[in-house]
């Protein structure tokens, strides 16, 4: 069992930056897929990123395309989410996740999830 904590939010302006982080624990992180889900109050958890064990294949969800990369360091047990031009619609809780098997676009497809970290854009 992978046990995950997120970090990295916090307040930011629109279009700026952040850089959330995912550290895993356990020998078997580099064997997990991984992906990064949101929610928003009153909203469903919605795909933000995906990607492989080897961090060769990767998947976005069409809020994320072309401004959001999901990165992985293995050596460092940890999966990475740069968020670049941000909106205020990207304001949400991001949560972490390992995924099992099945869509990565899906959230029954994860199993082990972070605490999830506050994303807040102001216009």
């Known amino acids: 069992q992978v046990q995950l904590v997120e970090s990295g939010g916090g307040l930011v302006q629109a279009g700026g930056s952040l850089r959330l982080s995912c550290a895993a624990s356990?020998?078997?992180?580099?064997?997990?897929?991984m992906g990064w889900f949101r929610q928003a109050p009153g909203k469903e958890r919605e795909f933000v990123a995906g990607?492989?064990?080897?961090?060769?294949?990767?998947y976005y969800g069409d809020s994320a395309q072309g401004r959001f990369t999901i990165s992985r360091d293995n050596a460092k047990n940890t999966v990475y989410l740069q968020m670049n031009s941000l909106k205020p619609e990207d304001t949400a809780v991001y949560y972490c996740?390992?995924?099992?098997?099945?869509?990565?676009?899906?959230?029954?497809?994860?199993?082990?999830w972070g605490q999830g970290t506050q994303v807040t854009v102001s216009s």
């Open positions: 996740a390992a995924h099992l098997e099945g869509s990565y676009y899906k959230s029954s497809s994860y199993k082990s």
């Open positions: 356990g020998r078997t992180f580099s064997s997990y897929a």
């Open positions: 990607i492989n064990w080897t961090g060769r294949s990767t």
